[in-house]
């Protein structure tokens, strides 16, 4: 049994996906779902994720084995502040945010030593929301970030590469600040440039309804997601995402400056490059 009760924190598509995940894997298990809105809970039930759902939080964490923070990354601190005092020391606490540095720094000194800790990153999502969009499989296959800390008991870490995995997830570890690099480069950076790219189109007034192909479609989906969750993302990652656009902006200077030269050349080497390197990822 992967464990007898497991509280998730946040109604949205994560969340919902996760205690949907929970139910397949073992059906006996009990998932306490917390949140601000009724409404969002009472829909949790209905669609079988929940058996016990409360808008006091204390209520939802209490006597669970694991705890899973599945709320915008802000609002994280003052959740663990609400819930610490009532978590048992058998309790462990994860979450799902996409930026980890600040994250595990501010919440593992709130949970203490007592109930530890071990920041998670499951790179699943959507540019769909909420409980509608949630889906049992949306991490079975998918690649998950665990980022402890130096100080973090390595049996903790254990469990909750162990958690992950048995939701089908293939699960790494790494450092909280490695990670925030990482994910700079490979999921923050492409969701503004398929911002830009959304923006640039419709600043030319071009409708990509009528003109726009698989290619408008491919390269913009992610733009579709929920903006105020992609704020607080670029904000929290700020420091690593500045870098890496400001490499973006260079490398698009250097093909304008190709074109402006009318250099196949150099032209040539760029799409081979690209095309080489995703060729040899996918």
Not at 69 to 85: K, V
Not at 107 to 116: K, N
Not at 117 to 127: L, Q, R, T, W, Y
Request: proline share 5%.
């Amino acid at each position: 049994m992967l464990s007898d009760s497991v509280a998730i924190i946040g109604t949205g598509l994560l969340g919902g996906s996760l205690a949907g995940a929970l139910k397949t894997v073992d059906p006996g298990i009990r998932v306490h779902f917390g949140g601000r809105r009724a409404a969002a809970l009472e829909e949790a039930t209905a669609m079988g994720l929940a058996d016990f759902t409360s808008t006091n939080l204390a209520e939802v964490v209490k006597d669970c084995q694991w705890v899973i923070l599945c709320t915008p990354i802000e609002t994280m601190p003052s959740i663990a502040r609400a819930i610490a005092p009532h978590l048992s020391d058998r309790t462990i606490v994860t979450d799902v945010g996409s930026a980890k540095r600040s994250v595990c720094e501010t919440l593992t000194p709130i949970f203490g030593d007592r109930t530890p800790f071990i920041g998670s990153h499951p790179m699943a999502g959507s540019e769909r929301t909420g409980l509608a969009a949630a889906r049992p499989d949306l991490f079975r296959q998918a690649n998950c970030v665990v980022t402890p800390l130096a100080e973090s008991p390595e049996q903790t870490v254990d469990a909750v590469v162990g958690f992950w995995q048995r939701l089908g997830m293939h699960v790494r570890i790494i450092d909280p600040t490695t990670h925030d690099r990482i994910v700079a480069q490979v999921s923050h950076l492409p969701h503004l440039a398929a911002a830009a790219l959304v923006e640039v189109i419709a600043d030319a007034g071009v409708d990509p309804s009528t003109f726009g192909g698989s290619g408008y479609r491919d390269t913009t989906r992610i733009a579709a997601g929920a903006p105020g969750m992609w704020l607080d993302i670029l904000l929290e990652n700020r420091d690593e995402i500045i870098p890496a656009a400001k490499q973006l902006s260079l490398k698009l200077q250097d093909v304008v400056t190709a074109l402006e030269n009318n250099d196949r050349s150099a032209l040539l080497d760029f799409l081979q490059r690209a095309k080489a390197q995703r060729d040899s990822t996918t």
